[in-house]
């Protein structure tokens, strides 16, 4: 069931005018169908929720492709308030939870997917198990670019792979959102690490400390020639997936491990098969999708603010600033691919 809906027809209309037990939220009625700013009902926290006032929204590939109703495994029925990961600030506990009070900061991937609320919302009541606490150097935007990325970049490094230190590890597309979390990762572990990019991304991968190699200069068995003496790498993680994941089955070592959090299509096992390597995918949904493993989402976010404390994280965020009235915009930056680094969305107005 949805909140009750009522038009409201400016963005930045008093605070003072609107009732206590509301908010505003984007909501988008059906498949591309453009956002409508609403006024809903603001949720009251369940047992084991906390209610968290949201001050930036993490903008991700996926929430463009649930707007164009192009992503049925995510499972989230239109209308609906778009947005997986928040920042901000508890307001309230439900029954139960202890992790957190009011007047903590506090962020996470809570929703978005699978009927649960998004956070281009001014509210949200999420399970308090998907929360972490902001990292003391973080701002509301630095943090709200971290979940999903992260999680998906430790799930495959840390959960799958077991990466220790001295692996050479290869991240596939290591510019991108979960690539750029992966280097830092697999580095925190004390790996050496060598990262796949275009021309342009050269420069950054190697401010990170990892080995850029240029796609489309190098070839697969070049590359695995220059670095590993033609052995091979110990970890591959591919974010790219389609022929990169090919790519990454034959730049794997004998007894090696490939990732992909991409691994959709249809591949030929063989060069994997005959290193005698294996494979596991990573779907960073399932938690929110099945209420199965919510816990662990929130133990990896403590890890990332654990990393960030330390000053061994560093999110990469588009230097644009979009509100709630320019969310279309914001999707628009993502779907050209002319986006650098996470586009955040500043929901506190």
């Not at 029954?95 to 009927?115: H, K, N, Q, S």
């Given at each position: 069931m949805h909140p009750t809906i009522k038009p409201f027809d400016a963005l930045r209309r008093p605070v003072e005018i609107m009732a206590a037990t509301q908010m505003r939220a984007l909501l988008v009625d059906r498949a591309d169908a453009p956002f409508r700013l609403v006024t809903l009902d603001r949720p009251v926290p369940g047992a084991g929720q906390v209610l968290v006032r949201i001050e930036a929204s993490g903008a991700n590939p996926l929430d463009t492709k649930i707007r164009r109703g192009n992503a049925p495994h995510a499972k989230h029925p239109l209308p609906a308030v778009l947005g997986m990961?928040?920042?901000?600030?508890?307001?309230?506990?439900?029954?139960?939870?202890?992790?957190?009070?009011?007047?903590?900061?506090?962020?996470?991937?809570?929703?978005?997917?699978?009927?649960?609320?998004?956070?281009?919302?001014?509210?949200?009541?999420?399970?308090?198990d998907l929360l972490a606490p902001i990292p003391v150097n973080f701002g509301m935007r630095e943090a709200a670019a971290l979940p999903l990325v992260f999680i998906t970049a430790w799930e495959g490094l840390v959960d799958r792979a077991g990466v220790t230190a001295r692996e050479k590890v290869l991240v596939q597309g290591g510019a991108g959102g979960v690539g750029w979390m992966a280097i830092q990762i697999a580095r925190s572990f004390g790996a050496e690490v060598f990262a796949t990019g275009s021309a342009a991304s050269q420069r950054a991968i190697e401010q990170l400390g990892a080995t850029a190699i240029d796609y489309g200069q190098s070839s697969v068995a070049e590359y695995v020639a220059d670095h590993t003496a033609g052995l091979g790498f110990d970890i591959v993680y591919d974010t790219v997936g389609g022929a990169t994941l090919d790519a990454s089955f034959q730049a794997v070592r004998r007894f090696g491990h490939v990732v992909s959090c991409l691994g959709w299509g249809a591949h030929l096992l063989a060069p994997l098969s005959f290193r005698a390597a294996t494979y596991s995918g990573v779907f960073s949904l399932l938690p929110m999708l099945t209420g199965q493993g919510r816990e662990h989402h929130g133990a990896i976010l403590r890890e990332a603010t654990r990393l960030a404390e330390a000053g061994h994280l560093v999110p990469r965020i588009d230097g644009r600033r979009f509100g709630m009235d320019a969310v279309a915009e914001a999707h628009e930056a993502i779907e050209s691919r002319d986006a650098v680094g996470k586009i955040v969305i500043d929901v506190a107005v």
């Open positions: 990961d928040l920042a901000g600030v508890v307001e309230g506990v439900g029954a139960g939870v202890t992790a957190f009070a009011v007047g903590d900061r506090v962020y996470g991937l809570t929703g978005g997917v699978g009927g649960l609320q998004g956070s281009l919302a001014e509210y949200a009541a999420v399970d308090a």
